[in-house]
């Protein structure tokens, strides 16, 4: 989950893979997948293998997901769209699902994200592609339009928006600063820490912590975040128990230390975007955000994405506020399907 606001390690016992429970585990969550009709293959791109799920034909439209997550997080969306004529791309980032997870946090920086996502824009043969992203996939979405904006026909992002760079402090002190030591993105830099911390719950139930939040991420002194949020067993009805299975068994095959590691390596990502200090957005781009996104009517975020400094940074913009917590392409799926679409519409691909 990433805020300008502000891993299990993946080791599982030889003899728990081979038993009958964790295969019949398997064979539900692939059944369920499998029910979304999506097709599956790995690309090779900027040195690693990506998974990617895609279905449909015509203009290609990458999925870019956020943290806790994986293409999963779109199974809505795949679908809707690849029936209105679009090819719906949804790939695992890397150190997600089943893309590779390079070990060091420095193979995490935005340049090599974006270089992942142009390689899958020319895997397909596309000279452009649209680009929607959610939490981190959004930032992933904001800096590939802001490095290859000829690469980009329009961009959605929903919850995260563009932030200047400050040319004077990296991005961990600034937080720190604001939010002090229980924010997430702070407990979540040394190399470890996290893991031991969510590695004393199950996975299930580090999923509904996440899944479910409703506040800031910001823990009390001496308290590990995965300890201070809320374990709630009582779901709302955009999310089910199959659900959430689904995300607990493939983040219990890949641990949560790739994950992890783009926090890790956000003062790295501050040190590498310095040639483009003071840049602009220049793609269309329409921004949606939940009403009740965590931070957004009481940690400034409504005020900077209705205000000039945002709209000054994106001149192209459209904002958009519906109802919804954090993860709304799943709890408000429809409506944010529906404006992807009208998004796609505003800005066909042969103009």
Known sequence: MHTAQCSFLPVIEQNLLSSFPWDLREREMSFMMMNYEVDHQRIKTNGIWMHVAEKGTGPLVLLIHGFPQFWYAWRHQIN???????????PDLRGYGDSDSPLSPSSYSMMHIVGDLIGLIDHFGQQKAYVVGHDWGAVAGW???????????????????????SPTTKTIPSIQKVYGDGCHVIQFQEPGRAER?????????????????????????????????????????????EDIQVY?????????????????????????????QGSKI??????????????????????FVEGDEFKSLVPDLEVVVIDGHHFIQEE????????????????PMDQ
């Open 282 to 303: 220049t793609v269309p781009v329409k921004f949606i955000v939940g009403n009740k996104e965590f931070g957004f009517q009481s940690g400034g975020v409504k005020d």
């Open 80 to 90: 809707f769209l690849a029936d209105k004529g679009y090819h719906v791309v949804a």
């Open 248 to 276: 607990a068994e493939k983040f219990e095959e890949s641990g949560f230390t790739g994950a992890f590691n783009y926090y890790r390596a956000m003062d790295l990502t501050w040190e590498l975007l310095a040639p483009w």
């Open 143 to 165: 800096y590939l339009s802001l490095f290859r904006p000829d690469r980009v026909m329009g961009l959605v992002t929903l919850t995260v928006p563009y932030y200047p760079r």
């Open 332 to 347: 408000n799926h429809q409506e944010v399907s529906n404006h992807i679409l009208s998004f796609l519409g505003k800005h």
């Open 197 to 241: 911390a969510f590695a004393r719950y199950d996975y299930t139930t580090v999923m509904k912590k996440f899944f479910l939040i409703t506040d800031k991420m910001i823990a009390p002194p001496d308290m590990e975040i995965i300890d201070f949020l809320e374990t709630k067993w009582s779901l709302p009805p955009w999310l089910t128990e």
